[in-house]
């Protein structure tokens, strides 16, 4: 999979392996809130109908209205809540009321708010570097591809069918790169997409992500941008957030740390995947990025 896939983008979601762990259709009606913290988990939500509060840790309130899109690669905790929350210590569990679906706020009131809320994990050993490449917070209005994707991830946690992970893994990772480039490119920190938005910057991006075993040197990746070395440099650290060499080993440790964890080659043939001439030389930036030796690594992760 990993030699297939030389898109950045598509080849960094490839690497996390996005899998589900909750999806639910969340319904609510009169005040109401509820309070998640310490979660460390992706989370996406699709506003089926209505508007709600939503409240990242670290970040201003937004308003959701019908039809917009919320995906927050890294989420530490949240709050969601109806426009006016309801009194302090008013209890606010919510409530469920079948299979994925719970109810939030008095069972008396009125539903004018639905919502498809989905937690899922990146199971990739490199998971911290590869979603440090992303965004903090995407949030689309009226995406009607992204609005269609979600109810299928319901229905398919919901069911019981052969094939159920493959197809959420796949649906999973096409949900990830619609959502992350479905962002203005203006409003983007520094980071992976950033660079892709940047023609000349994406070129050398690309090059990066297709020849992670080649020779990459800062020269060569100007040339590829059709820039100076100098101007190169400068643009790729202002936009991407990380001198180029920096990326390159980043991208490279990915990889390999993704192959460590498979178990299929050994720290030869690894070397020669991520651009390393010997199983040595490569042991030692191994050790120098990630603290431990390439078989230890293996030794705590590998499946």
């Known amino acids: 999979m990993l030699d297939s896939v030389s898109d950045p983008l598509s080849s960094v979601v490839t690497l996390l392996k996005p899998t589900v762990s909750i999806s639910k259709m969340v319904e609510a009606g009169g005040p109401w809130l509820v309070a998640r913290r310490d979660m460390a988990s992706p989370f996406y939500c699709a506003m089926v109908e209505g508007r709600c509060q939503l409240k990242v840790t670290g970040r201003d309130p937004v308003t959701l209205t019908a039809g917009d899109f919320v995906l927050i690669p890294h989420l530490q905790g949240f709050t969601?809540?109806?426009?006016?929350?309801?009194?302090?210590?008013?209890?606010?569990?919510?409530?469920?009321?079948?299979?994925?679906?719970?109810?939030?706020?008095?069972?008396?009131?009125?539903?004018?708010?639905?919502?498809?809320?989905?937690?899922?994990?990146?199971?990739?050993?490199?998971?911290?570097?590869?979603?440090?490449?992303?965004?903090?917070?995407?949030?689309?209005?009226?995406?009607?591809?992204?609005?269609?994707?979600?109810?299928?991830?319901?229905?398919e946690t919901r069911a019981d069918r052969p094939g159920r992970e493959m197809i959420l893994e796949r649906l999973l990772e096409v949900l990830l790169i619609e959502a992350l480039r479905s962002g203005p490119a203006t409003a983007l920190p520094p980071g992976l997409l950033r660079g892709l938005s940047d023609p000349q910057l994406a070129s050398a991006l690309r090059r990066i992500h297709a020849e992670a075993g080649g020779a990459l040197s800062v020269s060569d990746l100007a040339k590829e941008a059709g820039m100076s070395r100098s101007t190169f440099f400068e643009r790729f650290r202002k936009e991407v957030g990380r001198a180029p060499l920096e990326y390159v080993t980043d991208w490279r440790m990915a990889v390999a740390k993704t192959l460590l964890r498979q178990g299929r080659l050994n720290n030869t043939e690894i070397a020669l995947r991520v651009g390393y001439g010997s199983a040595s030389a490569f042991g030692l930036a191994f050790v120098r990025h990630e603290g431990l030796s390439p078989g230890a690594f293996a030794s705590k992760h590998g499946r």
């Not at 426009?83 to 302090?88: A, F, I, N, T």
């Not at 989905?118 to 609005?147: K, Q, W």
């Open 80 to 155: 969601m809540s109806s426009e006016v929350p309801p009194p302090l210590h008013t209890p606010h569990l919510p409530l469920e009321t079948g299979p994925g679906r719970f109810r939030l706020g008095s069972s008396d009131a009125s539903v004018d708010v639905r919502a498809l809320v989905g937690h899922c994990r990146f199971d990739a050993p490199a998971s911290d570097l590869l979603v440090s490449l992303l965004p903090e917070m995407i949030h689309v209005s009226g995406h009607s591809r992204l609005t269609a994707l979600v109810p299928v991830i319901h229905e």
